[in-house]
């Protein structure tokens, strides 16, 4: 069982910037695709961005270019660096591990962490 924590976010005026990070524990999260997803209020939880295995990221359209998926496998660890933040952007975001070699079906989730970008 992988189990996921977050940290970072908080709040920032538009223009600025936050990251988060994710460390997991109880698996090898460099056998698992990574992924950042969000969800705003009254919508559903959305894709922002994902990573490989071997490293190869996406990025919804809304994010490209503004925030950098990456990963330390050696440190259990996924982070997103989020740069020239909008208000759209505010939501709560979660990492996820999912297809991870050891357990292909499942997928984990973080706790979640805020991000609020005010105008």
């Known amino acids: 069982q992988v189990q996921l924590v977050e940290s970072g976010g908080g709040s920032v005026q538009a223009g600025g910037s936050l990251s988060l990070s994710c460390t997991a524990s109880?698996?090898?999260?460099?056998?698992?695709?990574g992924g950042w997803y969000r969800q705003a209020p009254g919508k559903e939880r959305q894709l922002v961005s994902s990573?490989?295995?071997?490293?190869?990221?996406s990025y919804v359209d809304s994010v490209k270019a503004r925030f950098t998926i990456s990963r330390d496998n050696a440190k259990n660890t996924l982070h997103l660096q989020m740069n020239s933040l909008k208000t759209e952007d505010t939501a709560v975001y979660y990492c996820?591990?999912?297809?991870?070699?050891?357990?292909?079906?499942?997928?984990?989730w973080g706790q979640g962490a805020q991000v609020t970008v005010s105008s």
């Open positions: 996820s591990a999912r297809a991870c070699l050891f357990r292909p079906w499942a997928t984990y």
């Open positions: 109880g698996g090898d999260f460099g056998r698992c695709e």
């Open positions: 990573i490989s295995r071997d490293g190869t990221t």
